[in-house]
């Protein structure tokens, strides 16, 4: 089954403790991306990747890392955690970098509460 | 920098009946696509509608309908015959044509929300 999968699904932390959450697809996409879901904010995003080494600031990237290694995962890394990171985070695929022509993926979502 | 608003936080239908959810968005790029995302309770994005917006003709799926006009940069939803399961948080979103300089063409601006409840 084509998907993206993210790991974990929710996660209580406190601050500054150095966090991973988890992306990875199946379906072969060049494209990705971690968003941030806020109320009343819609979803904002974090970074994109256009292919493996390839990856550049969206409009909230304060605070969060990421890396393309392999082509099928995108892990988005908080180093150091605070409360304002509080929130429910996407990550989306899709196979190309074409734009509205090809359909985003979204992943489940990660629920992220930092104390 | 592209943005998009949805003025109404919430809205309330009865199951059968007709409901429509405002959208405006801010560009000034010529070409560009806009879409309609459903979020139900699962928190899963789901893809309902897209519109290019070179086309003229608006985009239908099923009981979805957009109303777009370009010239008032306005996209509208409309659900007709409302379903039980259409209950869900419904975003309006943006993304600009593909920028072969900065491939940033991918990047989807989306609206504050709209919360849908479809009443028995």
């Known amino acids: 089954e084509a998907q993206v999968t993210q790991n974990p699904r929710y996660l209580i932390t406190v601050t500054g403790k150095k966090l991973t959450v988890t992306c990875s697809q199946n379906?072969?996409?060049?494209?990705m991306s971690w968003y941030r879901q806020d109320p009343g904010l819609g979803l904002r995003q974090i970074y994109y990747?256009?292919?493996?080494?390839?990856?550049d600031k969206g409009d909230v990237p304060e605070g969060y890392k990421v890396s393309r290694k392999e082509k099928r995962n995108f892990p988005l890394i908080l180093e150091s955690p605070s409360p304002n990171q509080t929130s429910l985070y996407f990550c989306?695929?899709?196979?190309?970098?074409?734009?509205?022509?090809?359909?985003?993926?979204f992943g489940p979502g990660t629920r992220l509460t930092v104390l | 920098a592209q943005t998009v608003t949805q003025s109404q936080p919430e809205m309330s239908v009865q199951e059968a009946e007709t409901v429509t959810l405002s959208c405006t968005y801010d560009?000034?790029?010529?070409?560009?696509?806009l879409f309609w995302y459903k979020q139900p309770p699962s928190r899963q994005m789901i893809l309902v509608i897209r519109?290019?917006?070179?086309?003229?003709q608006n985009a239908t799926e099923n009981r979805f309908s957009v109303n777009f006009q370009k010239a008032a940069k306005s996209f509208s939803l409309k659900i007709s015959d409302s379903q039980l399961g259409d209950t869900a948080m419904y975003f309006c979103?943006?993304?600009?044509?593909?920028?072969?300089?900065?491939?940033?063409?991918?990047?989807?601006?989306f609206g504050g929300g709209t919360r849908v409840l479809v009443k028995p």
């Open positions: 519109q290019e917006a070179y086309k003229q």
């Open positions: 560009t000034s790029e010529s070409n560009y696509y």
């Open positions: 979103a943006f993304m600009p044509p593909h920028l072969m300089i900065k491939a940033a063409g991918n990047k989807l601006t």
């Open positions: 989306a695929s899709s196979f190309s970098v074409l734009g509205g022509t090809d359909t985003q993926y």
């Open positions: 990747s256009m292919n493996v080494e390839v990856t």
């Open positions: 379906m072969n996409h060049e494209y």
